[in-house]
T-cell receptor, first 112, second 114 residues
Framework: DGGITQSPKYLFRKEGQNVTLSCEQNLNHDAMYWYRQDPGQGLRLIYYSQIVNDFQKGDIAEGYSVSREKKESFPLTVTSAQKNPTAFYLC???????????FGQGTRLTVV | QKEVEQNSGPLSVPEGAIASLNCTYSDRGSQSFFWYRQYSGKSPELIMSIYSNGDKEDGRFTAQLNKASQYVSLLIRDSQPSDSATYLCAAAGDSGGSNYKLTFGKGTLLTVNP
């Protein structure tokens, strides 16, 4: 099945810890995205990548880091510098710029 | 920073009625527009894409784009209770030439009453 797989579905983090959220796609899409969604809020762009080994900051990149070593994979690390990391994290991909994006099922991160 | 604005709602319509959802965007460089539906606790799913001025119809859904007014809308005909969800408007492209930046509005909550 073609699609976007995010793991884990639920993640609990202790304060001061870094955690990495996985996102893999087998759609052969060039572009990949990470968004954060808080209750009652829309999607806010964290990072996006147009091509392997290249990525750009979105609107709320502080406290997050990414890598794009393979076309299929775009992991997001939530660092201890992110002051309020509890949120629903969504990964998406699109075949190119200006085209529709498709989403994974999301990872719900909770700081305990 | 480009913005996509939507009324947060909730918008409540009776079953069988037409639901009208609106969206405005601030960056005239935006070129492509999308409507997504998001059920509570789930990820967004694409409903419609629209790239040029005018109307685009797909089943019960019609998307309308007016680039001069920087306005996008979604009409849902014969609304069903299963259409109850949050509808997100998104814009791609900006005046800085970033074709890959995809910006979302905060969404409009639609409730269809049986």
């Amino acid at each position: 099945d073609g699609g976007i797989t995010q793991s884990p579905k639920y993640l609990f983090r202790k304060e001061g810890q870094n955690v990495t959220l996985s996102c893999e796609q087998n759609l052969n899409h060039d572009a990949m995205y990470w968004y954060r969604q808080d209750p009652g809020q829309g999607l806010r762009l964290i990072y996006y990548s147009q091509i392997v080994n290249d990525f750009q900051k979105g609107d709320i990149a502080e406290g997050y880091s990414v890598s794009r070593e393979k076309k299929e994979s775009f992991p997001l690390t939530v660092t201890s510098a992110q002051k309020n990391p509890t949120a629903f994290y969504l990964c998406a991909s699109s075949i190119a710029g200006l085209t529709e994006a498709f989403f994974g099922q999301g990872t719900r991160l909770t700081v305990v | 920073q480009k913005e996509v604005e939507q009324n947060s709602g909730p918008l409540s319509v009776p079953e069988g009625a037409i639901a009208s959802l609106n969206c405005t965007y601030s960056d005239r460089g935006s070129q492509s527009f999308f409507w997504y539906r998001q059920y509570s606790g789930k990820s967004p799913e694409l409903i419609m894409s629209i790239y040029s001025n005018g109307d685009k119809e797909d089943g019960r859904f019609t998307a309308q784009l007016n680039k001069a007014s920087q306005y996008v809308s979604l009409l849902i005909r014969d609304s069903q209770p299963s259409d109850s969800a949050t509808y997100l408007c998104a814009a791609a492209g900006d005046s800085g030439g970033s074709n890959y930046k995809l910006t979302f509005g905060k969404g409009t909550l639609l409730t269809v009453n049986p």
